[in-house]
């Protein structure tokens, strides 16, 4: 039997995260790319050690994890920088994606991927779930978590 693979998107703050929860609360499986970058670029990890490579050790902290903050200051600004940084954590992002959806099984997969238009990705799914709401309730929620 076919897996169904539903990716679930939407804007920053438009809610994915209480989205994907509602259905891991109902045990389907949900395999989330935002963690999944998170975890690729931990201490010892080989695309963490390429990220230093490419830029240097200073996109690190004082305890060797990845300064996110310093990183996202270089790549925002810089094309090129963006393209490397891609090239450089997607394919190991991937391979953990798959790995996950082979363990996870069920009848359907919820696959969270907030770029994944942008990105081409929903050629690789059986269903696109966008999540959306007001622009209004969009920037209440990032003011709530940035503290901004």
């Given at each position: 039997m076919k897996i169904l693979r539903i990716g679930l998107t939407g804007g920053i703050a438009s809610g994915k995260s209480t989205v994907a929860g509602l259905f891991a609360a109902l045990e389907v499986p949900v395999i989330d790319t935002d963690q999944i970058a998170r975890e690729v670029?931990?201490?010892?990890?080989?695309?963490?050690?390429?990220?230093?490579?490419?830029?240097?050790?200073?996109i690190l902290t004082p305890d060797g994890h990845l300064d996110r903050p310093k990183l996202r200051e270089i790549v925002f600004t810089d094309p090129k920088a963006r393209a490397d940084l891609e090239a450089l954590t997607h394919p190991a992002i991937g391979s953990a994606v798959q790995a996950r959806a082979a363990a996870a099984g069920g009848p359907y997969q919820i696959v969270v991927i907030p770029l994944l238009v942008e990105k081409g990705y929903q050629k690789q799914l059986d269903r696109v779930l966008v999540v959306d709401c007001p622009e209004a309730?969009?920037?209440?929620?990032?003011q709530a978590r940035d503290g901004t």
């Open positions: 670029v931990e201490p010892g990890q080989p695309p963490l050690e390429k990220l230093v490579e490419r830029f240097g050790a200073g309730l969009q920037l209440q929620r990032l």
